[in-house]
């Protein structure tokens, strides 16, 4: 998920960092698995945190998102250490997809972001 992550906000140009090398998004997103285990890395462009300013880790599953409002809220924020990772997937047969919908408008932007709590947020103002 991060790797996907940062390949469609980075790589697109919406977020600050470092984007993806092609073969760790290769790795991610090619319909057939891989042949035994790669040497690429994957370099960590964010912090994955929960609303409630939690870590999500890497190793995680989407269900760790928690969903507000009906919807999975993850806050990125800068990362706190560099970290890297071998980029094969974890399981090899199910392939990965991250797609951008749309971009939010500022409002739209500021009403998620009022969502989340102190710490890696500005939760006390008002939306």
Same mark, same amino acid.
């Given at each position: 998920m991060h790797t996907l992550l940062a390949h469609v906000l980075v790589g697109g140009g919406h977020v600050p960092g470092?984007?993806?090398s092609a073969e760790?998004? @290769?790795?991610?997103?090619d319909p $057939?698995?891989? &042949? =035994? @285990?790669? &040497?690429?890395?994957a370099t960590g462009a964010f912090e994955l945190l929960a609303p409630d300013g939690e870590r999500i880790w890497n190793e995680g599953l989407a269900d760790d998102i928690?969903?507000? $409002? =009906? @919807? @999975? *809220? *993850?806050?990125?924020? $800068?990362?706190t250490y560099t970290r890297s990772w071998n980029a094969d997937r974890f399981f090899p047969h199910l392939p990965g997809a991250a797609e951008l919908a749309r971009v939010l408008t500022a409002d739209e932007a500021r009403t998620w972001f009022a969502r989340t709590?102190? =710490?890696s947020t500005d939760h006390d103002r008002p939306s």
């Open positions: 470092a984007k993806p760790s998004v @290769r790795l991610a997103t $057939e698995p891989a &042949q =035994g @285990r790669s &040497q690429a890395v928690p969903v507000v $409002e =009906g @919807r @999975r *809220l *993850l806050v990125l924020d $800068e990362p709590s102190p =710490g």
